[in-house]
């Protein structure tokens, strides 16, 4: 059985713990150094779900230890991915595997750039988890997750076990066009929230948001066509006014970050469709504008 260690316990890293435990598979908790469940030798998640708490114990280990990883789940910020796995490269076993599970596109790139002998993998996750305290996360919503590697058509012998997950985890023999289709949801979305700060359901609600999501769906589209993803887009307009009527009362993430003070996940999500659309000399004003006034209004903001 493989054990796994999981590096940014937030809400969606906690969830999968705890998935991961449920169904028996080993599991350990990378804490930073001055974390105080260090001291205490294990940590404690309290998972609530149709309002009843789940309490789970987990093994921690400081990322300076150096027992060697063999198995990594990642689910920090997108722009901390790199960093994140920099303060734990002492520990990879050569040809460890690790599975990237954020919103947004680049860093698996510039992860498996840094670190080549890795087997890296991408997850996309639909599942509706937030921190409500400290080690407390709600699980809000069920959704389904799906895992890949980019050329790979088959799962490998170790994704058997998270089909075993009490939730919907399947492989992908195509995640580069989920991991598209997430991004594009996301670029419709996030930013126009964030800005507004707003739940998602405004975004039906008011027309001229309406308009505003309508206009960027066009733009998105024709990036993801130009960069060869025009599978990832089709109807992208009904699919991203489905997301927000589906998640209509909910914050979205980027707005939490906003709301919270921290970075948001901008460049991996706008930027990054930004520069695809500069290398294939096609042209996105609003969402250019967007990405702009997004990074004017948080200007100031520390991350956290
Ligand atoms: O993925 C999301 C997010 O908030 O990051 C959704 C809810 C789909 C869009 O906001």
């Given at each position: 059985m493989q054990h796994w260690h999981i590096l940014g316990a937030g809400a969606i890293g906690g969830l999968f713990a705890t998935l991961l435990q449920d169904a028996g598979i080993p599991c350990t908790l990378l804490l930073r150094d001055d974390d105080p469940d260090l001291a205490a030798g294990s940590a404690c998640i309290t998972l609530r779900r149709d309002d009843q708490l789940h309490k789970h114990r987990f093994a921690v280990s400081a990322n300076s230890e150096d027992s060697p990883l063999s198995y990594l789940l990642v689910c920090t910020k997108a722009y901390d991915m790199v960093p994140a796995i920099a303060g734990i490269e002492?520990?990879?076993?050569?040809?460890a595997t690790i599975l990237l599970l954020a919103n947004g596109l680049g860093y698996q790139e510039q992860v498996q750039a840094r670190w080549p002998r890795l087997d890296c993998f991408a997850g996309s996750t639909t599942e509706g988890a937030f921190r409500e305290a400290r080690r407390s996360i709600c699980h809000a919503g069920h959704g389904s997750t799906l895992v890949g590697q980019p050329g790979r058509p088959s799962a490998p012998d170790w994704f058997a076990s998270w089909q075993g997950l009490q939730t919907s985890c399947e492989w992908s023999a195509d995640i580069d066009t989920v991991l598209w289709r997430k991004l594009a949801i996301n670029c419709a979305i996030n930013p126009v929230t964030a800005l507004?700060?707003?739940?998602?359901g405004a975004l039906a609600e008011q027309p001229q948001l309406a308009a505003l999501v309508r206009e960027l769906c066009t733009e998105i589209s024709a990036i993801a066509i130009a960069s060869g993803q025009a599978g990832a887009v089709e109807d992208l307009h009904p699919q991203v006014m489905a997301v927000i009527r589906a998640t209509a009362s909910n914050r979205s993430s980027m707005l939490q970050d906003v709301l919270a003070g921290r970075e948001t996940e901008i460049d991996y999500l706008t930027g990054y469709l930004l520069a695809q659309g500069q290398q294939f000399g096609v042209e996105a004003p609003r969402n250019a504008l967007l990405l702009q006034a997004l990074k004017a209004q948080n200007a100031g903001h520390a991350p956290a």
């Open positions: 002492h520990r990879l076993a050569p040809g507004h700060r707003c739940p998602n």
